[in-house]
């Protein structure tokens, strides 16, 4: 491995370590926190390829656990397993570099035609699932409703800006980006559902008979404002990059 491999590696999991070991890193939302340290693995895995992110994906899941030990929350006991904890964040480096591969091939009209699709799609289940909400209680100024309906708001919002601002430059970097984000979210998620289904819905104070709702409802909320930010970071770093270059 070359020495600007091991350098930009140190590099971004140094990062990852800062935002692991600091509330930088995290955005409490319920009983879990979303993240932004899969950003630098994603950035990694762009600019350097699959074991660079990977190996930074390593970095990240190790200070995960570390994170889980040193400012638990309700769930920070599944945490401890590698297999919830490490293995899907090595994959992100893996998902993100040969998605962005991909769709740098495929060129910027099928990339452009699937990242509509894929946003259109988010932007309907959280218009359905607001309606659902709203159709189904007395009062619409809960908590709930207040959040999904400002997370229908930014998600249209960034929507539009990121089009306008890298409708030409950036398509495969934004895809890119939000693999690699949801290669964290569901395979944490998917991880859990498998390993300790029931266990996280006693945790969070849930119905047992509904673990999968609870286990999909948490990585919506999560998942989507991870994807946002991701989209943004990674676009603007990888861009700079490249100009720089």
């Known amino acids: 491995m070359s020495t600007r491999k091991l350098t930009i590696i140190g590099m971004l999991g140094g990062i990852s370590a800062i935002l692991g070991l600091t509330p930088l890193g995290f955005i409490p939302i319920g009983p879990a926190n979303a993240t932004i340290m899969h950003i630098p693995v994603i950035i990694g895995a762009i600019i350097e390829g699959p074991i660079v992110g990977a190996l930074v994906g390593l970095i990240f899941g190790i200070f995960s656990i570390i994170r889980a030990i040193t400012a638990p929350t309700v769930l920070s006991p599944l945490f401890y397993n590698p297999l919830v904890s490490i ?5 992100i480096g893996i998902t993100a570099y040969y998605s962005y591969i991909l769709f740098k091939k495929l060129g910027k009209k099928p990339s452009r035609i699937l990242l509509g699709i894929m946003w259109i799609g988010t932007f309907t289940y959280l218009l359905y699932d607001l309606y659902n909400n709203l159709i189904n209680v007395d009062n619409i100024f809960t908590i709930s409703i207040m959040f999904k309906f400002i997370l229908i708001l930014i998600t249209g919002l960034v929507g539009y800006f990121l089009y306008k601002k890298f409708k030409e430059n950036a398509v495969e970097i934004i895809i890119s980006s939000t693999v690699g984000t949801l290669t964290n979210t569901l395979g944490v998620l998917f991880m859990i559902y498998i390993l300790y289904g029931e266990r996280f819905v ?26 946002i930010v991701a989209m943004i970071i990674v ?3 990888i861009i700079g990059l490249k100009k720089k270059a």
């Open 235 to 237: 676009s603007g770093v």
């Open 202 to 227: 006693k945790l969070t104070g849930g119905d047992t008979e509904y673990v999968g709702k609870a286990i999909l409802a948490l990585g919506v909320a999560n998942g989507i404002p991870e994807v």
């Open 87 to 91: 293995l899907p964040r090595v994959l």
